[in-house]
T-cell receptor, first 113, second 113 residues
Framework: GAVVSQHPSWVICKSGTSVKIECRSLDFQATTMFWYRQFPKQSLMLMATSNEGSKATYEQGVEKDKFLINHASLTLSTLTVTSAHPEDSSFYIC?????????FGSGTRLTVV | GNSVTQMEGPVTLSEEAFLTINCTYTATGYPSLFWYVQYPGEGLQLLLKATKADDKGSNKGFEATYRKETTSFHLEKGSVQVSDSAVYFCALSETDSWGKLQFGAGTQVVVTP
């Protein structure tokens, strides 16, 4: 079946630094990937839609300059959290659409200290 | 806009009990409906889906029927196991394959021996 690999699975960074999260589709090409954020004990909220070769589409309220998304190839999308602050600590998860549903990565738990 | 409403948790059950998690939705078009499961510390896994009215999705003993007249997609399992302890998310997408997912708040299910 379709596999989406997300790395790292967890990361701790200092406030003010940047963190890059990778999302790869291993056995299929994904022209579109989605990035979600999940706060503790809450649901997933869509942050942005990542389209290969073009600019990402951000949901209302998501800072595009803070959450940089790059989708340079059909198998790789990256999310960079720039100048991270403690309030950015969250669970970030990507997904890629397939005809039979959406395959999610395993998620990245970001802790900013 | 679209929305998904799930019953609040946590839901605590004994092993072999019957499980129902209610899910209702509002949508402007004809969405596809999904149930995802998230085990502790992991990403999301697709549990089942239904793409049109009266479709029944089923997997691992879980079932849900797309009811357009009541705009519902309730999840049921006849006999739960301890391994079913997880958070369950109801979700919808306006398009079958490439649309964005709108998630419900999630329902935590705890199954005790």
């Amino acid at each position: 079946g379709a596999v989406v690999s997300q790395h790292p699975s967890w990361v701790i960074c200092k406030s003010g630094t940047s963190v890059k999260i990778e999302c790869r589709s291993l056995d299929f090409q994904a022209t579109t990937m989605f990035w979600y954020r999940q706060f503790p004990k809450q649901s997933l909220m869509l942050m942005a839609t990542s389209n290969e070769g073009s600019k990402a589409t951000y949901e209302q309220g998501v800072e595009k300059d803070k959450f940089l998304i790059n989708h340079a190839s059909l198998t790789l999308s990256t999310l960079t959290v720039t100048s991270a602050h403690p309030e950015d600590s969250s669970f970030y998860i990507c997904s890629a659409g397939q005809s039979y549903g959406y395959t999610f990565g395993s998620g990245t738990r970001l802790t900013v200290v | 806009g679209n929305s998904v409403t799930q019953m609040e948790g946590p839901v605590t059950l004994s092993e072999e009990a019957f499980l129902t998690i209610n899910c209702t939705y509002t949508a402007t078009g004809y969405p596809s409906l999904f149930w995802y499961v998230q085990y502790p510390g992991e990403g999301l896994q697709l549990l089942l889906k239904a793409t049109k009215a009266d479709d029944k999705g089923s997997n691992k003993g879980f079932e849900a029927t797309y009811r357009k007249e009541t705009t519902s997609f309730h999840l049921e399992k006849g006999s739960v196991q301890v391994s079913d302890s997880a958070v369950y998310f109801c979700a919808l997408s306006e398009t079958d394959s490439w649309g964005k997912l709108q998630f419900g708040a999630g329902t935590q299910v705890v199954v005790t021996p």
